[in-house]
Every structure is written in C-alpha cells, then in structure tokens.
C-alpha cells in the first residue's frame, strides 16, 4: 500500500512544483527565461530496462531530486522563497520516507536524476506485490557507500542479513528478525543490487527485485525496448515526469470507469508531465488493442467556443453528440466518458430533461456551456432538428411564441403552469426552452440570460487561448475538447482521489488556487491505435501569465 502511494504521491510533488509556482501569488514579477530550471527530455532512462511490462505504474522523474526547489525560484520574491523552498523540501521528503528513505541523510550526498519507481499489484507471480526503486548515482562510490551503510544499520537492528548470486547480480536481502516466538518483520526495503557502478535497485521484497532483473534480460520483456512509449515521449519534447499506468490501476487509482475500460479494451496510459506558461500539463495516448474510429472537429465546429455568446461561462464541453448516449446507461461506455461523466450532474438537474432532449436531436458535435444564468446548448444549424424538438415540446404542452429583444429574435417554448404559494394557487409561466438562430449556428438556452452576450473580454481571451493551445499549437487532431473554470474545475477536482491524498499530504485544501481545467481529446496524424489525451491545470494566477505571455 506504502508503495502505491508512493508511485501517486510521486506524480504529485510534480504537481505540488506547479501548485507552489502558479499560488505563491507574486507572478508580476519579470521572470527571466535564462533562470527557469531546464526540464529534461523525455526519453527512456536506463533504468526502464528494469521495469517490466506487467507493471501496473512506472515513473521516471527527469529532474534532480535535490534540485526540485529550484523551480519556486524564479517565480516568487526573495520574501517569499524561503517559505516556498521548505515546502517543495518537506513533500519531496515525505514521499520517500514513504518508502523507508530519509533523503537528506541518506540519499541527498549521492543521487542523481532520473529517479524510476515501479509498482506491481497484486498477481499470482508475485504473491502480495511490491515496487521497485531505481536510483541513479553522481559518482561511482556514492551508490556502493549508501548501500553499505544502509545494509549495516539493518544488520545493527539484529536482521539477519543474506548475499547471493542472481543471473550475475548481487542482491542483498534482510530477514526477518525473530524476538522470542514472536517475528519482526524488517522494516522496507528489503532487498537490493547494484546493478552498474552508478544504478541500485532497492525493492519492498525479494521476489519483486527478482522479477525486475529477470526482465532486464529480454528487451521485449521491458519498458527500455518499448518503442510506442518511446515515440509517444518524443512528441512531448521536455518534461518533468515520464509515466505508464496499466488499465488496472486507472480503474484503482484514478477512478476510471471499469465498463468503459473494458468496452474499448484498453490496454494501458503512457505520456508525460510538464510544465509551461499555460499550468501543468498531462499528455499521452490512452492505448486501445483495437483501432477507433474517431472523428475530427472541423475549424467551422471549433469556432463555436470563440462566440462571445459564450463569455463569462464556467464550463465549456465540445463534444460528439453522435457518439455520446448520455440519456442511458450507456454513458460509461462512450468515447466522452471523460467529458460526459463531468456534464452529467449538470444535465441531470434539469427536471424535463430538456438538454438530454436537444443531445438527442443533434445530429453532430455541440458545445454545452454551464453560465451563471444557466446552461447552453449549440450546435451547426444544419446539424439541429428544429422541427422535431417542436413536436416534443408540443407533446408536453409547451406551445411555441416569437420574442423580440432589441435586434435579437428568439423562439420561446413555454407552458402555464399552477403552484402554491401561501396556500394559494398562482399562475406562473415554465419554460422549456428558448432558440436563438444566428448565421450558421444554433443556440439553445435555458433562460434569456444564457442566451445574450456578456462581452467579457478578458474571459473571451483566455478561453480562445486554451483552445489554441490544445489544437492548433500541437499536431492533435481533436475529436473531444473541455474548459472548465474556476468554480467546475474545484468540483471536478474534489472528487478526484490523487487531489484528495494531496491536500491530505499537504494538511489543508488547495481548493481556493484552482483557477481552470482544461482536456483534449483526439488522434494525431499517425493514426496511433489509441486516443490522445492532452490535460492542463491551472493554478493561482494563470490568467496573468496568459495576459502577459
């Protein structure tokens, strides 16, 4: 258990990087690009020819454990980077006494970067499962002085201490020690090789270490001669963190959906983390065995999220209604699931289930949009049925009338309706629906509110910003896209288990420096038998950076 958080806990001292550069709130000051720490290119480090391809997570942290502080420097005042600096020491320290490591007596003399983590549940090969720890070494007698001293102090402790030969690797393992009639079991790790002058390998048990090294043997058998991660690291050019997560552990530890995995048979998550101007970013291809089909949105479609119809909204959702059932139980199963599953509270709260009613009769992709004044609905009009919404409306008494509101026309579905107000009944008039028809486009609103122009310009901005960076700045062809805001994204968040276990690492909430979400979805131009995800979070003061980049 130690180790699998530790593997979550890893991917998010990368987080905590941003979460400290983008919260400390001094980002007017001049950042001066020569300052900015270098993240590493993301390719696979020796160390993944000991992390086998049945492991349910593998990390490969691109930058010096010893350095991550340097990240806060460049973006927050002398005043505050003391404070900064501690913080981003503490986690990093935590995360590996988690795994029985104390870095600065211990480790902070010798290591080196990249530091690979490998984590195995549960399977019959291995028993109970484990992990496995890769670390690499500034200097020969750094890693043979630390695994010295570490076997000594166990040996000290009264464990009794075995050598032995394994395919021409020493391991060395710890025994448990026995008090009485009573065992006690050796704290981890409990076994380790020095597989090169500068590489050890450390693992919670003897049989998982043994696992590893045997999959050294064949490159087949290991990440190191996987060349589909290989390629899928190379489009992200530099990063922080290089990571795998089998189709087990996204339905363990990152709540994906167990009947949508299996639906599409997906076989594993590989991508990277990194950070830019735009926040933290998550990029990768979710494998599928099979092929998809998967359509493209069209410039024409994406320029429904550059509407200043749109401005001032929350949570903007472009997606294929022709692939998305959300009014049965087969949302789990569709290809939006990752969109879907966050608009469902959204589209449940409508009594009428008016938005479910317009999805249905959407014949290509729509743009759902949650505003303060309430939900939006557009689409292409040649994609809209009309005429068949009316029918529906008609069917449940809703009749349909002609408004006008200064040079704007719109269509108005509404119904009188009886309520109690005092024990006394009142007239009130319910509405279904209201259609505002512009150019190509159709727009289908809640209230009147939803439907005008707020003019926010800054909002208007930033959100074409967003929609740049995940399109048109990357060779993804997008099938799927969502930007959330401050308020959506808090609310997606705090339901997500790794930003759970981080604020409880970190001893209180983070919620108030969420600022925005934002996801892709699509294929690049090779075709990849899988679907490309391309996620950004951001923090604190993102619309600054933005503003002024």
């Known amino acids: 258990m130690k180790g699998r958080v530790f593997g979550i806990l890893l991917v998010l001292l990368t987080l905590v990087l941003c979460l400290v550069v983008f919260s400390r709130g001094l980002l007017n000051l001049p950042v001066r690009h020569e300052m900015i720490p270098s993240q590493q290119p993301l390719n696979l480090p020796r160390a993944a020819r000991f992390s086998p391809n049945d492991a349910d997570l593998t990390l490969h942290l691109m930058v010096d454990p010893r350095e991550v502080q340097d990240y806060v420097e460049v973006y927050v005042s002398p005043k505050e980077r003391k404070i900064a600096k501690r913080t981003i020491e503490e986690i990093r320290d935590a995360v590996f006494t988690l795994v029985g490591l104390d870095f600065d007596s211990e480790l902070s003399d010798w290591i080196n ?10 399977q019959p090969s291995l028993e109970s499962g484990g992990w496995v720890l890769a670390l690499a070494a500034k200097d020969e007698g750094g890693s043979n002085l630390f695994l010295q001293k570490f076997w000594e102090k166990r040996s000290s402790e009264g464990f009794e201490l075995d050598q032995y030969d394994y395919n021409g690797i020493e391991i060395t393992t710890g025994k448990d020690l026995l008090v009485g009639d009573r065992p006690m079991p050796m704290p981890m790790p409990m076994a380790s090789a020095l597989v090169s002058d500068d590489l050890i390998l450390i693992s919670s048990r003897q049989n998982v270490l043994e696992h590893s090294l045997e999959s050294s043997g064949l490159i087949s058998n290991n990440q190191f001669g996987d060349a589909k991660t290989e390629e899928v690291l190379t489009q992200i050019d530099d990063g922080l963190l290089s990571i795998s997560i089998s189709y087990e552990a996204l339905i363990s530890w990152f709540q994906f959906s167990e ?10 998550f590989i991508g990277g983390i990194y950070l830019d101007q735009n926040g933290l970013n998550i990029q990768g291809l979710l494998e599928f065995i099979n092929p998809l089909s998967i359509d493209k949105l069209t410039s024409k479609e994406l320029a429904l999220m550059d509407h200043s119809i749109i401005d001032a909204a929350d949570s903007v959702a472009l997606i294929q209604s022709s692939k998305t059932d959300l009014n049965s139980s087969r949302i789990n199963k569709s290809l939006t699931h990752f969109i879907s599953s966050i608009l469902e509270e959204d589209l449940s709260r409508n009594a009428m289930k008016v938005p479910l009613m317009i999805f249905d009769n959407c014949k290509g992709p729509l743009l759902w949009v949650r505003k303060p004044q309430g939900w939006l609905i557009g689409m292409d009009f040649e994609d ?13 008494g809703f009749s349909r009338n002609s408004l006008k509101v200064d040079q704007d026309n719109f269509q108005v579905w509404s119904r009188l309706g009886i309520k109690q107000q005092g024990g006394i009944d009142q007239l009130f008039n319910e509405v279904a629906a209201i259609l505002y028809v512009e150019g190509d486009h159709v727009w289908w609103g809640e209230t009147l509110g939803s439907l005008q122009q707020q ?12 929609v740049n960076y995940l399109t048109v700045d990357h060779d993804l062809n997008v099938s799927e896209l969502l930007v959330l805001g401050s308020s959506s994204a808090t609310e997606f968040l705090e339901r997500w288990h790794p930003w759970i276990l981080l604020q409880t690492l970190k001893g209180s909430s983070l919620q108030s420096i969420v600022k925005g979400f934002s996801l892709a979805l699509g294929f690049n131009q090779n075709d990849d038998p899988g679907l490309f995800i391309r996620a950004s979070f951001q923090f604190g003061f993102i619309d600054k950076i933005l503003l002024l980049s």
């Open 259 to 268: 009947d949508w995995i299996e639906n599409k048979n997906i076989n594993r």
């Open 384 to 396: 809209s049925d009309i005429s068949n919404l009316d029918k529906l409306f008609n069917e449940q």
């Open 455 to 466: 003019n926010q310009k800054d909002d208007s901005f930033l959100r074409s910003r967003m």
């Open 113 to 122: 970067y990249p530091t690979s983590f490998t984590y195995f549940n549960s």
